[in-house]
């Protein structure tokens, strides 16, 4: 039964919520959005969804071409690669390794980074002023050299590959997260509920937290096109995924030799890490435009 | 400027101090023997160990040992090649040349490119030509690199045959090094088939550097576009409006001077993430510089070598970064003072 509202009550909506009013209106974002939901599905169900395994070979089949080509099959939708392995499986396969993973990492390294980066910025003084420097100095170096050489010290393979990526990850979120909570601990309302007695812990958890975490969401989407990037790069160049693993780096990497008797072995992959990637660009976009907005409102 | 300079300086000082220690300590954290990977003297005897150890400091403290790389560092000695046997440092001087080459024609041609569109995408703001740039951006920053070079490779060189997929020069030309960067030394030589080396030259770089140069360009494109608009809004140009200066006065003679500022700031930050990319796009088009090297030491397990790529890649990196500073500091007086209240 409907409820009449009796009351002018008139609502607040969180921040969060308010940030979702703004993120909706641009229809190119939602399509955006879209994407990233259903490759965040394809992620979780590719095992039940795909229609042959990734490494299952069919040595009648070998190369043959997507289903709108002459020769194509229609139950090899995007063709096969040298082995006789169905494309689109692997490619659905690989959304759970690239995609997939690549949200894991950016989960891990987002905690880590936001609970050191607030705790650093309670801290004053020769302390943070040394994670400052130290900070710029892990930042000017690229993401991925540094990645290059953790993998070097932990060896190659898709687990080390991951955790080279969280730890060039981190300082990135602590960085945003330590100028964030400084930023919102000179504001006024802190001062109010540090006046009622509440702890730095409390008034981190209950009053600021809730007004930074858009802005820590928003270096997620860049964190995680990049780490997209990142697994594919490190897979490209053999650091990363094995080879029979469907990883779409490692795939585009095996299939180079094939690139001119079969190019939709190189196409597929590399247009599957462009959408995924367009499609986490086009979030973020979005988030920081509404961010923006409601700043201005 | 004084104050700036010894600012600077400390900064990199510092800078260049931590990088040291994070190489010293790659030496214990890569696997195998410290003394072993920081000199790269795989097939030793005992005597000679024993030699080396005691001029590394090893039988020491750990800061005596930091200490004695340090110095072997500043006379230039970063050990010896596991995979080659050629000394690190001869190496490094031969192939970050071809690397410097290569990013700074590409961020060149990402600044040509980026900072006029963007500045366009600015003027035009929320209008169709302003959103096909945005659009476009966007797909220049989410292209994978490696997959564009092979894309770039089988269109530019196998289909259209127009220029060639690797290398930095045609094997037939015959070109003494002398500085290391390929066009310094072919306008130096005195070969009588200079000016066709040179064009040879130019058809390699300008691939590689196209596919290196795209993504950091959108990035300048959206760092324009943003400066410009910032600029668009201050008092000064509705000042000149009121004075009744033309659009295109108020844009030549104050707008863009004041917005290329705000962009230069930011070309330092965008040179570490240009030569990452450069690395990748190195071993597709098999350019002989420094990224495709480090790539290559790692298949090898030569960890003297990545030591000592590292430490000569960040600390190029991080020179460039300081460079800049000084650049945007000589053009924009604002930032010479110290920020009060900050």
């Given at each position: 039964m409907a409820r009449e509202k009796i009351y002018q009550e008139e609502e607040f909506p969180t921040p969060l919520l308010q940030l979702w009013h703004n993120f909706r209106q641009n229809p190119i974002i939602m399509i955006g959005f879209g994407s990233f939901l259903f490759l965040i599905l394809l992620a979780i169900f590719a095992p039940v969804l795909t229609p042959y395994s990734s490494v299952e070979n069919h040595l009648d089949k070998l190369l043959l071409p997507p289903a709108w080509h002459k020769d194509g099959d229609v139950s090899f939708l995007l063709g096969t690669d040298n082995l006789g392995r169905d494309v689109l499986s692997r490619l659905m396969h690989g959304a759970s390794l690239t995609f997939g993973l690549s949200i894991i990492v950016v989960l891990v390294s987002t905690i880590i980074g936001v609970v050191i980066g607030s705790l650093s910025a309670l801290t004053t003084g020769i302390k943070s002023s040394f994670l400052n420097h130290f900070l710029d100095v892990i930042l000017s170096i690229p993401s991925l050299l540094l990645a290059i050489?953790?993998?070097?010290?932990?060896?190659?393979?898709?687990?080390?590959?991951?955790?080279?990526?969280?730890m060039v990850l981190?300082?990135?979120?602590?960085?945003?997260?330590?100028?964030?909570?400084?930023?919102e601990f000179e504001k006024d309302y802190v001062l109010a509920s540090r006046l009622d007695g509440a702890n730095s812990l409390r008034i981190l958890s209950y009053s600021i937290f809730p007004n930074i975490i858009e802005k820590i969401i928003s270096q997620a989407t860049l964190a995680q096109s990049a780490a997209i990037l990142d697994i594919a790069a490190l897979g490209f160049l053999g650091l990363g995924a094995p080879i029979p693993l469907p990883e779409w780096g490692s795939m585009l990497a095996s299939s180079i030799d094939l690139f001119y008797i079969a190019p939709w072995t190189v196409y597929l992959p590399g247009l599957a890490i462009l959408f995924s990637v367009i499609a986490t660009n086009l979030v973020g976009e979005g988030m920081r435009h509404a961010l923006k907005v409601r700043k201005e409102s | 400027m004084l104050i700036f300079t010894i600012r600077r300086l400390n900064l990199l000082l510092f800078t260049l101090l931590l990088l040291t220690l994070l190489s010293f300590s790659l030496s214990y954290l890569f696997p195998g023997d410290p003394l072993v990977n920081m000199t790269g003297q795989a097939q030793a005897t005992p005597e000679h160990l024993a030699t080396l150890s005691s001029q590394y400091n090893f039988e020491q403290n750990i800061f005596k040992q930091y200490w004695a790389y340090l110095s072997h560092i500043a006379n230039g000695d970063l050990g010896l090649s596991m995979a080659s046997h050629l000394p690190i440092s001869s190496e490094i001087m031969t192939l970050l040349p071809a690397t410097i080459e290569l990013s700074l024609v590409a961020l060149a041609i990402a600044m040509m490119i980026g900072v006029p569109i963007g500045f366009i995408a600015a003027i035009k703001h929320k209008k169709?030509?302003?959103n096909i740039i945005l659009a476009f951006a966007m797909l220049g920053y989410s292209i994978p690199v490696f997959w564009l070079g092979l894309l770039a490779i089988l269109v530019f060189s196998i289909q259209l045959g127009w220029l060639p997929s690797a290398g930095q020069i045609s094997l037939l030309f015959e070109i003494e090094p002398v500085t290391g960067i390929q066009f310094i030394d072919i306008l130096l030589s005195d070969s009588e088939y200079k000016w066709q080396a040179f064009k040879d030259a130019s058809s390699h770089i300008i691939l590689p550097a196209c596919?290196?140069?795209?993504?950091?360009?959108?990035i300048f494109i959206r760092l324009a576009r943003t400066a410009m608009m910032e600029v668009l809004e201050t008092s000064y140009i509705r000042a000149a409006n009121a004075k009744g200066l033309t659009f295109g006065q108020i844009i030549y003679r104050h707008a863009i001077r004041n917005a290329l500022i705000k962009v230069i700031r930011h070309v330092g930050l965008q040179f570490a993430n240009l030569v990452t990319i450069a690395m990748v796009t190195e071993v597709i088009f098999s350019w002989p510089g420094i990224g495709r090297w480090l790539i290559e030491s790692i298949y090898q397990r030569d960890y003297t070598a990545i030591q000592g790529g590292l430490l000569a890649l960040s600390s190029f990196i991080f020179f460039v970064h300081i460079v800049t500073d000084f650049v945007y500091a000589a053009l924009n007086p604002l930032a010479r003072e110290p920020h009060h209240g900050s």
């Open positions: 050489v953790i993998v070097a010290i932990l060896g190659p393979g898709l687990e080390n590959t991951l955790w080279a990526i969280i981190i300082p990135q979120f602590v960085h945003v997260t330590r100028n964030a909570v400084t930023e | 169709a030509a302003d596919v290196v140069a795209l993504a950091p360009a959108t």
